[in-house]
C-alpha cells in the first residue's frame, strides 16, 4: 500500500485490512515521503500489530513505491491497496481462494464499489461500471485493449510473475495497465471474484485524473504496442486492418498502430456523411459494406456510450467473432 500525504484515509484503510476474515497477512505500507502526519499514523499502527511493515523512503512517485514495497514482500501472493480505498472483509479470503484452487490463474480481481459522485463524475462511474462487467478470463482477455480492466487496489496476484514477467515500469503510461498488458501478452490468465469486495474512491486529486501518463492519450498510445503484438500473432490479415469509426479523433487514437507496423486499409461509419469518403488514402464503408469475415480483421474503436454493443451485434449478424476477426479496441 503506498502512503503519501493520506492522513485523512489511511485509518480506515488499515483498519479494514485488519477487519478481513482472513488472518495471516502482513500489510507494507510504503510512505512515499510523506509530510501531513501519515507516517505517524502507520508508526502508530504497526506498533499495535505487528503484521503491518512501515517503510520509509524519499517521494519517489507510485511505481518507486510500488516496487519496493514488492521488494520487501515475503508472501507467495501479492494483493494491491491504495491508502484511500476500503477492502470488504471478506476479499482476501476469496480472492486466495480463487488463486489456490485454480493455478491456471496468475492474477485475480474483483468487482469494485464506486467510492465517488456517480452524477459530477459519471464518465468515471460507467468506467467503474464497464470493468464490473468484466469477470471471466475471456471477457478480460477480449476487452483488454478497451480500457484497463482492472482496478489497481482490487488485484492478487502471484508473487512469482515479477520474477518471471517483470514488475511495474516507469514511463509516460500508466503503470498498472501497462503490467497487465505485459503479463497477458505473455499468456498470464486473469479473472475476478464476482462479487464486490473493495470500495474504490475517486477523490477531485486523484493521479488518473492530474497526471500526463494517465491521459486518454497515454493510454491508447500504450495499448496499441501491445494491440500490434497481439494482432501479428492472431490476426489472418495481418497486418492489414479495418477500423471502426471515421471521426477525427478515433482516427487520430487509431494512427498509432501505424507506428507499430499495422496497415490500416479503411474504415467502418454510420454517418452518411463519411460514407464513400477517402480519408488519408483509405476509404470509408458503411457497415452494409464491410468486406467478408475471412477478408477482414475489424477493430472497433468507438467509444460513445452503448455504441460498442451495438456494433458488436452487428458484427456478429455479419459473421464475425470476437478474438478471431474483431477486436475491441476503443
Not at 23 to 51: K, M, P, Y
Not at 166 to 186: A, S, V
Not at 276 to 299: E, K, M, N, T, Y
Request: net charge negative; hydrophobic share 45%; aromatic share 8%.
Amino acid at each position: 500500500m503506498p502512503v503519501w500525504n493520506a492522513s485523512d484515509t489511511v485509518a480506515a484503510a488499515i483498519a479494514s485490512v485488519q477487519a478481513q476474515t482472513l488472518r495471516d497477512w502482513e500489510l507494507l505500507a510504503v510512505d512515499d515521503g510523506s509530510d501531513d502526519g501519515s507516517a505517524a499514523l502507520l508508526a502508530a499502527a504497526a506498533a499495535t500489530d505487528a503484521r503491518i511493515r512501515v517503510l520509509h523512503r524519499p517521494h519517489a512517485g507510485i511505481v518507486a513505491a510500488l516496487n519496493a514495497g514488492i521488494a520487501a514482500a515475503r508472501a507467495p501472493f501479492i494483493a494491491r491497496l491504495d491508502a484511500d480505498d476500503i477492502c470488504l472483509p471478506e476479499r482476501l479470503e476469496r480472492q486466495l481462494a480463487r488463486l489456490v484452487a485454480e493455478p491456471e490463474l496468475g492474477l485475480v480481481g474483483c468487482r469494485v464499489r464506486y467510492g465517488g459522485d456517480r452524477e459530477s463524475q459519471a464518465g468515471y462511474a460507467a468506467y467503474v461500471d464497464w470493468t464490473n462487467s468484466l469477470v471471466t478470463a475471456e471477457q478480460i482477455d477480449h476487452e483488454r485493449f478497451v480500457e484497463s480492466p482492472f482496478a489497481h487496489p482490487s488485484v492478487m496476484f502471484r508473487a512469482d510473475l515479477l520474477a518471471a514477467h517483470g514488475g511495474y515500469t516507469d514511463g509516460e503510461f500508466p503503470e498498472d495497465y501497462e503490467l497487465w498488458l505485459r503479463w497477458l501478452d505473455t499468456g498470464v490468465r486473469m479473472a475476478k471474484v464476482d462479487a464486490e469486495l473493495l470500495i474504490w474512491q475517486d477523490p477531485p486529486g486523484r493521479l488518473s485524473r492530474t497526471d500526463p501518463r494517465y491521459s486518454v492519450d497515454a493510454f491508447h498510445a500504450l495499448k496499441a504496442r501491445y494491440l500490434a503484438a497481439w494482432l501479428a500473432r492472431h490476426n489472418p490479415q495481418h497486418p492489414a486492418v479495418w477500423i471502426w469509426g471515421a471521426g477525427r479523433i478515433t482516427r487520430k487514437r487509431a494512427e498509432h498502430l501505424v507506428d507499430h507496423g499495422v496497415r490500416i486499409v479503411g474504415y467502418v461509419d454510420i454517418d452518411p456523411k463519411k460514407i464513400g469518403q477517402i480519408i488519408h488514402g483509405r476509404p470509408v464503408v458503411g457497415p452494409d459494406d464491410l468486406p467478408p469475415p475471412a477478408a477482414a480483421f475489424i477493430l472497433p474503436y468507438v467509444a460513445n456510450r452503448g455504441a460498442r454493443e451495438l456494433i458488436a451485434a452487428r458484427l456478429a449478424a455479419a459473421g464475425f467473432t470476437i478474438g478471431t476477426n474483431y477486436l475491441p479496441a476503443g
